[in-house]
T-cell receptor, first 114, second 114 residues
């Protein structure tokens, strides 16, 4: 079965510093990977996806993610964190069956301090 | 995402009551989903619908039922609510026209069962 793991419940970073939110995956076949962000009292918003091609994927709000096949990872990164980036981040993988179902990780809370 | 509207946004009710959560969308998407979010567990799929005539159980469908009244409307019902169904519920949509399109989420319904 497809799965993703987010090993950190929370990541703390100071504003202006680079941030990384980790995600590893386990899939049968090609991985189709997604990152979503959830702000308080809001639904999930799509940030970026990896389907094929370049291992470095650029997305919304200055975020990017690096796909690493040998390490089965898809870490979310940003060169310079903002306080407004503080939110809950979810990694997801497309489930088998071709229906566009997603399997989500448990989420990582990012806290950016001023 | 304002194109996916969930009602109510908050609901407190008692054990044994029947509850309906509603979702409507203006995105014109055929595919709709219901998830529940619990702290530390991420999002888990309850039901999903290919189109008006196609409804499928997800990972945790026991205790829930759904109705797809139209392309734009997908309702989730708890026939006899129990306290462990207290959670944040999300509706989402996706467009089958292009593979690997992201899902679009409503802002959620916070449900508390006493």
């Amino acid at each position: 079965a497809q799965s993703v793991a987010q090993p950190e419940d929370q990541v703390n970073v100071a504003e202006g510093n680079p941030l990384t939110v980790k995600c590893t995956y386990s899939v049968s076949g090609n991985p189709y990977l997604f990152w979503y962000v959830q702000y308080p009292n809001r639904g999930l918003q799509f940030l970026l996806k990896y389907i094929t091609g370049d291992n470095l994927v650029k997305g919304s709000y200055g975020f990017e993610a690096e796909f690493n096949k040998s390490q089965t990872s898809f870490h979310l990164k940003k060169p310079s964190a903002l306080v407004s980036d503080s939110a809950l981040y979810f990694c997801a993988v497309r489930d088998i069956g071709g229906f566009q179902k997603l399997v989500f990780g448990t989420g990582t809370r990012l806290l950016v301090s001023p | 995402d304002a194109d996916v509207t969930q009602t109510p946004r908050n609901r407190i009710t008692k054990t044994g009551k029947r509850i309906m959560l509603e979702c409507s969308q203006t995105k014109g998407h055929d595919r709709m989903y219901w998830y529940r979010q619990d702290p530390g567990l991420g999002l888990r799929l309850i039901y999903y619908s290919f189109d008006v005539k196609d409804i499928n159980k997800g990972e945790i469908s026991d205790g829930y039922s759904v109705s797809r009244q139209a392309q734009a409307k997908f309702s989730l019902s708890l026939e006899s609510a129990i306290p462990n169904q207290t959670a944040l519920y999300f509706c989402a949509t996706s467009d089958p026209g292009v593979s690997n399109q992201p899902q679009h989420f409503g802002d959620g319904t916070r449900l508390s069962i006493l």
